[in-house]
């Protein structure tokens, strides 16, 4: 049974930084690629980052240059550092793997980016 938990959301100013934590089980980071989604207020959710069982990362556009994904030392946990936020940044962020034809969440991680 696939289990994601996020943590790490929380107000931060313009210009500050935070990082998410997805603590992840009944996943093989060995063989699962994990990814950061994120859902604004009003608008439909977004692809941010994707980590590969690799190590092969990939960003959209509007956070490349300040978000970084990564892979815990315990390989249970995947982050997105985010640096220099935006309040366009302000949204829930999800964990997010698949496993075959079924895709899983997290409860999510509300990020607001205000001052």
């Known amino acids: 049974q696939v289990q994601l938990v996020e943590s790490g959301g929380g107000l931060v100013q313009p210009g500050g930084s935070l990082r998410l934590s997805c603590v992840a089980s009944?996943?093989?980071?060995?063989?699962?690629?994990m990814a950061w989604y994120r859902q604004a207020p009003g608008k439909q959710r977004e692809w941010v980052a994707t980590i590969t069982s690799g190590g092969v990362t990939t960003y959209t556009d509007s956070v490349k240059g300040r978000f970084t994904i990564s892979i815990g030392n315990a390989k249970n946990t995947v982050y997105l550092q985010m640096n220099s936020l935006k309040p366009g940044d302000t949204a829930v962020y999800y964990c997010?793997?698949?496993?075959?034809?079924?895709?899983?969440w997290g409860n999510g991680a509300l990020v607001t980016v205000s001052s």
């Open positions: 997010n793997t698949k496993r075959g034809y079924d895709s899983y």
């Open positions: 009944g996943v093989m980071f060995s063989s699962n690629t």
